[in-house]
């Protein structure tokens, strides 16, 4: 296991969220294609001049909203390829989830595909790894959890509780009766109360959930709830050895202020990993992608510039 660190912090007030947008949607318009014979929408830039010769696909946490990663999107596309999308709701589960996607990179024809996994994307990367090893270069799992059986009772005594069935089934009807059009006011309140001495970077938050407004629906919810809590179906289903073929190119960020899983949850990651770089001291919790975001781009590029790529 290699230790890394991050570089300095910028504040995400900075961000023109509507310019970032407009460029997100210029170099990589939404495209859908049929993948097992269904629908599958998402964003594809191939770099004609990329510094490093890989494909970053992103694989959203438990939001399912592709879009989340719209403010790297300008420093992702200057430096790799680039493939993004919201969880298609005609794949009801992990398994078909990955099974479609590997397909979809099959018929894009990415190169030197590295799944980047935040939260429940970390996750279900791992369950791409496992069934598809021909199409993963490499895994940036962030602020996720082990699907190996390597957990000790805490840790798996977290992962049992988030995803069980009864809260599953509560969740989906607590989502069928909420009026969806409150529910941006309502992430707006949560992020202000993380941003209360950041009066920009609540600006910011405002404007980019605006954006994500149309995705927001009380079926994608619904749909996300169901894959989340599919998950339950591939705890401790993984070894070790699954991802011995990743030697050298996983990077684990796991920041110590994420308290969304316990220690045994990320020690577990750690050492079902086959020698990983591990970042520990980025800030900003859960969401320390939003939060921390120079930190976080800086340290995914140096991992990238070094896999020889």
């Given at each position: ?36 014979g269904k629908d599958f929408t998402y964003r594809y830039y191939r ?197 011995e073929f990743l030697r050298g190119h996983v990077l684990i960020i ?56």
């Open positions: 296991m290699k230790e890394c660190h991050g570089g300095e912090s910028m504040d995400f007030g900075s961000i023109d969220v509507k310019k970032e947008f407009e460029f997100y949607d210029r170099v990589a318009p939404r495209q859908t294609t049929k993948v097992m770099n004609p001049n990329p510094k490093v010769n890989a494909t970053i696909l992103m694989l959203a946490g438990g939001s399912g909203l592709g879009d989340a990663f719209a403010g790297m999107g300008r420093a992702f596309t200057d430096r790799y390829s680039m493939i993004n999308f919201n969880y298609p709701e005609s794949f009801k589960d992990n398994v078909s989830m990955s099974d479609a996607i590997a397909e979809l990179i099959t018929i894009l024809k990415a190169e030197n595909v590295y799944l980047w996994g935040q939260s429940y994307g970390g996750a279900l990367a791992q369950i791409i790894a496992k069934r598809h090893p021909e199409q993963v270069s490499g895994l940036i799992l962030t602020s996720t959890a082990s699907m190996v059986g390597n957990l000790k009772y805490d840790g798996m005594k977290c992962l049992v509780e988030m995803f069980d069935q009864e809260k599953e089934e509560k969740n989906i009807k607590k989502y069928k009766k909420l009026p969806m059009s409150i529910l941006p006011g309502l992430l707006n309140m949560a992020f202000k109360l993380k941003m209360k001495d950041n009066p920009d970077g609540q600006a910011a938050v405002k404007a980019f959930i605006n954006y994500l407004k149309p995705d927001l629906t009380k079926e994608y919810f619904c749909h996300m709830t169901h894959l989340l809590g599919d998950l339950r179906n591939h705890l401790g289903t993984h070894t070790k050895d699954d991802f796991e920041p110590e202020d994420d308290d969304t899983f316990t220690k045994d949850v990320k020690d577990a990651l750690i050492d079902a990993m086959p020698d990983p770089e591990v970042v520990r001291d980025i800030t900003g919790g859960h969401l320390a992608m939003m939060f921390d975001m120079d930190n976080f781009m800086k340290t995914i590029n140096d991992f990238m510039d070094g896999q020889g790529l």
